[in-house]
């Protein structure tokens, strides 16, 4: 497989012409990729191909006779003649509309029309559960990571980075089901009536995560959901899928049958789900598109609880008041981290027109020290593009707004080779151009001028997208002019920061397209429960009915335990 090298469309708005040494060609992106015959350093942490030919299905790993994907890396080595070929990292299943039955009919039979043993089972024992696995998990840490880092090509730093912050939020989550149950402990007593009100699962969940955070966004939905009671199927990224490999028998050992259920596949496998009427909760990140199609083909679509994060295109507004060190630096971070793919990355630029050629000179200058390589490399920020055909795409994108007038505004913008992708800074952008409304998710940014503040607020406003906003200025009234409409358009203002998830004990959520549902270490137990209560007259023989039961343990709903 080869593509042919791109070089940019256009030289750079303002500010100095990069040296020779600084900006990077198409024939020096390529030289960063191994060569064909050579062998990889130590760091790459290479490994033979991965067989993944199981799946998690009622507790079992289920061989699988049929079809099977093959998963390359976006790191491919280069020859001299132009060749480039992908490097084959393993297999998994192409599971068909039979498998995924068999996984809603092991998720039912454990949630048993709530119940089954996993619904029922107390609070103590189901974190005992989740902790034996978060053992398990901890012992593969270098393998998955090692996948993550060649699977999409995030750097070691930043694979182990998410591993270790998913390990985390486990963590927080139990402890905050822990002070959760504890404030459930105690009855209330109301007009003559004693009750005592928990919260109870909602019955199987299906679990979809992304594939820029193959691990912790899936988890960051799954773990909660298990730890409530609810059974789960998760199916794996599109991308991101094999470093489920490792997991699979700590799934397997840590919980019980029908509990946790792991398929690989496509749509083909996900729509019978979902049409089986048998998910009662919807966990998705994604598209808004796909999110719709999915909540469509439940036959009971008011049924369904959706947690959903969707699309998003955070701007970023720079007054003319703004520190310009501190700005460039954030705006650096907020749009080219892992190459722009995160679904809180900085998309939109506006720029105060008297800062506009200092901050073009100053993003100039950072990107030319943003480290371009292979994810193995020591401090590298940009690695290649795991999504098939994204660099393309970036560079249709780049192309049209060329077209309607915009100009590449940094040295070496525009420029891709293979699966590299040079970040670029686009300058202006206007509504004509399709890098102003899609989101690109890529090293691409579109810069704005404005000279009316009016003109970033009827962005934001007539967004079909709501997550978040950074605003960037020093002055105390123009920033607190823009707050408060802000935070009815957004669900975090940012000040003088990068727009961003953490720390995840705060919501993490958005309006209009961009979010259904809350997600935080707290918020997300909530999300994957409902409140129930049980409730007796203060009668002197339902006392004692209430104290019998609760001092023989006779239920596990029905208790006063404070677990420690």
């Known amino acids: 497989m080869s593509s042919q090298p791109s070089t940019p469309v256009a030289g750079p708005v303002s500010g100095p012409a990069a040296s020779p040494a600084a900006a990077h060609t198409p024939e020096s992106l390529r030289a960063l990729f191994p060569v064909a015959g050579q062998p990889l350093p130590?760091?790459?942490h290479a490994f033979a191909p991965i067989e993944q030919r199981t799946c998690l299905i009622d507790g079992k790993l289920e061989e699988w006779p049929g079809e099977m994907q093959q998963v390359f890396s976006p790191i491919g080595e280069v020859d001299g003649a132009g060749g480039f070929t992908p490097r084959l990292l393993g297999r998994c299943p192409i599971l068909d509309e039979a498998a995924a039955l068999r996984a809603v009919d092991a998720a039912d039979r454990a949630w048993a029309d709530g119940m089954g043993a996993w619904p029922t089972m107390g609070v103590?024992?189901?974190?005992?559960?989740?902790?034996?696995?978060?053992?398990?998990?901890?012992?593969?840490?270098?393998?998955?990571?090692?996948?993550?880092?060649w699977e999409i090509c995030k750097s070691w730093q930043d694979a182990?980075?998410?591993?270790?912050?998913?390990?985390?939020?486990?963590?927080?989550?139990i402890d905050a089901l822990k002070d959760l149950d504890r404030a459930s402990s105690r009855f209330v007593i109301e007009k003559g009536i004693y009750a005592q009100i928990r919260r109870a699962p909602l019955g199987p969940v299906l679990c979809m995560g992304p594939y820029n955070y193959p691990l912790n966004e899936t988890f960051c939905t799954l773990m909660p959901a298990l730890i409530m009671g609810n059974p789960v199927i998760v199916k794996t990224p599109r991308l991101g899928r094999l470093l489920y490999s490792p997991l699979m028998e700590a799934f397997r050992d840590a919980f019980p049958a029908g509990v946790v259920n792991i398929l690989h596949g496509d749509r083909r496998i996900v729509k019978p789900i979902m049409a089986s009427g048998r998910i009662n909760v919807l966990a998705f990140i994604g598209s808004s598109t796909a999110a719709d199609a999915l909540r469509l083909a439940h036959p009971h679509p008011?049924?369904?609880?959706?947690?959903?994060?969707?699309?998003?295109k955070n701007a970023g507004i720079v007054l003319d008041c703004a520190d310009m060190d501190l700005t460039v630096a954030e705006a650096l971070q907020g749009s080219f981290s892992f190459n722009g793919q995160r679904c809180t990355a900085l998309k939109m630029l506006f720029v105060h027109q008297k800062r506009l050629d200092e901050f073009l000179v100053r993003m100039d200058e950072g990107i030319r020290k943003l480290r371009i390589g292979m994810p193995w490399d020591e401090g590298v920020r940009i690695t290649p593009l795991p999504v098939p055909g994204k660099s393309a795409y970036l560079d249709d994108l780049v192309r049209d707004a060329a077209a309607h007038g915009g100009k590449v505004a940094n040295s070496g913008g525009g420029t891709h080779a293979e699966t590299l992708y040079h970040p670029t800074v686009v300058c202006p952008a206007t509504p004509q151009m399709r890098v102003y409304h899609e989101e690109q998710f890529g090293p691409v940014i579109p810069v704005i001028p404005f000279t009316d503040i009016e003109t970033p607020v009827r962005y934001v406003v007539g967004s079909q997208y709501g997550q978040q906003l950074s605003i960037f200025g020093n002055d105390p009234d123009d920033v607190a002019r823009l707050i408060d409409p802000m935070v009815n358009q957004v669900c975090r203002v940012n000040i003088n920061s990068q727009c961003q998830r953490g720390p995840d004990t705060f919501p993490f959520t958005g309006r209009k397209d961009s979010a259904e549902g809350t997600l935080s270490v707290s918020d997300a137990l909530r999300c994957f429960s409902i409140r129930t209560l049980v409730a007796a007259k203060g009668t002197d023989a339902n006392k004692e009915i209430l104290t019998s039961i609760i001092r023989d343990r006779r239920s596990n709903f029905l208790s006063n335990d404070f677990i420690l």
């Not at 008011?302 to 998003?312: K, T, Y």
Request: charge should be positive; proline fraction near 0%.
């Open 42 to 44: 130590e760091a790459a």
């Open 124 to 149: 103590a024992e189901r974190i005992r559960h989740v902790e034996d696995f978060a053992r398990r998990m901890a012992a593969r840490r270098t393998e998955v990571v090692r996948i993550m880092m």
């Open 160 to 173: 182990s980075g998410e591993f270790d912050r998913t390990m985390e939020y486990l963590r927080d989550t």
């Open 302 to 312: 008011h049924r369904l609880r959706c947690v959903l994060g969707l699309d998003a």
